[in-house]
């Protein structure tokens, strides 16, 4: 392989039509998922800078600290990239729920003889 994207050390985001990038966090010590959400390039940057999750919202149409209205912020330990850099891994240590709902996760339910049930 000679695709720097695939094999170099240079972060080159494939962003997608939208300008972004599948972001997906999980907890830093456990490894369990916490929720999926979109970067564009001020996302990534703030994420880079400041070490705290920036994600782009889709239905609000701009740019969003993870935490900014309910103080549950994900410190990132680390970030990492797929093969051909068109997703990011988030490994953080959350403050608080991941998800808007107040659950730990955003994937709180699972799909049970055709039924979503609550995992407690």
Known sequence: MTDDRETGTTLMPRWDAAGLVTAVVTH???????MV????????DRTIE??????????????????ETSGHVMKV????????????????????????TN???CFYRRLEDGALVRVV
Do not use: Y
Not at 50 to 64: I, K, M, P, Q, V
């Open 77 to 100: 330990v680390e970030l990492r990239v797929d093969c051909d850099q068109d997703a990011i891994w988030l490994r953080a240590e959350p403050h608080g729920p991941a998800c808007h």
């Open 50 to 67: 400041s070490g705290e999750a920036w994600f782009w919202s889709r239905s609000r149409g701009r740019l969003w600290k993870k935490g």
């Open 103 to 105: 659950a730990a996760s």
């Open 28 to 34: 830093a010590e456990t490894g369990h998922p916490l």
């Open 37 to 44: 959400a979109h970067m564009n390039a001020d996302a990534l």
